[in-house]
Structures are given as structure tokens and as C-alpha cells.
């Protein structure tokens, strides 16, 4: 019988409606969801002969991309005998040269980050440099 089908149909549909009507008088309208944050990528390959810094210290060199397209570095290296420390993966490269101020021992160096990718150090001693807190938008 076709009035059968339509009648079952019908109390589907009613039943979904209050099902969808009785999951939003439960919703909390300031319910915010964060995302889901990628992990720390750790720098395996370094250049010039930089390396992390004592790692039972402070953390070795890497970076990660947040959710809104900005890349973070972290970390402290020594013993670069040139300005290139590390080159960052496609993905995660600005598009246009940034430089940036970051602390080294006994005061500040300048950072640059090249569209190719290249993390080097532009000024500042190579006993302690500090990655941490640099960040961009790619």
C-alpha cells in the first residue's frame, strides 16, 4: 500500500526534527572547538656545522604550522662556522625574505628566513642563538 510508505516516511522525517530540535536545546552556545595543533617538527639536518644547543636546556631546534597558516621556530644552536643554520620543507616557507631580532649570548642577532627556506643568521655570535618566539605567516 503507497499510503503506508508515505505515512512511514513522514514519521521519520517528524522523528529526525525532534531529534535535531533536542540536540540544539542542549547546545551551549559558547561552546568554542580549538583545532587540532600539528607537533613539533625536530631539524634533522643542520648546515655549516650548527648544532642544538644543550638540548637538557632548552629544546632542540624546530618548527611547527598552526592552524591559521603561521610558522613557529623553537629551539637555541651554537658552533655554525656560516650563517645558514637550517632550511624549513616546502609548506612551510614565507613567500618573501623575513628578518627578525632573537637573542644570542651576550646579546641580540638578526635571524633571517629566505623563501627558499634557509633559516640563517645574519649578525650575532654562534656560542648561543635562540630560535624561540619567531614566527610568520606562509
Known amino acids: 500500500d503507497s499510503?503506508?510508505?508515505e505515512y512511514c516516511f513522514f514519521s521519520l522525517e517528524l522523528v529526525w526534527q525532534a531529534v535535531c530540535n533536542e540536540i540544539a536545546d542542549h547546545v551551549n552556545p559558547y561552546l568554542v572547538i580549538l583545532p587540532v595543533l600539528e607537533n613539533w617538527a625536530d631539524v634533522l639536518v643542520f648546515q655549516n656545522s650548527w648544532i642544538n644547543y644543550?638540548?637538557?636546556t632548552y629544546p632542540g631546534?624546530?618548527?611547527y604550522k598552526d592552524p591559521y597558516g603561521r610558522v613557529w621556530l623553537r629551539g637555541c644552536v651554537k658552533s655554525g662556522?656560516?650563517?645558514g643554520i637550517f632550511y624549513l620543507p616546502s609548506g612551510y616557507r614565507p613567500a618573501l625574505q623575513e628578518r627578525f631580532a632573537a637573542v644570542e649570548s651576550g646579546g641580540f642577532a638578526e635571524i633571517s628566513v629566505a623563501p627558499s627556506g634557509l633559516v640563517s643568521r645574519l649578525s650575532g655570535s654562534n656560542l648561543q642563538l635562540h630560535l624561540s618566539g619567531i614566527s610568520f605567516r606562509v
Open 3 to 5: 499510503r503506508k510508505d
Open 81 to 83: 662556522s656560516a650563517n
Open 54 to 56: 644543550d638540548v637538557l
Open 61 to 63: 631546534a624546530g618548527f
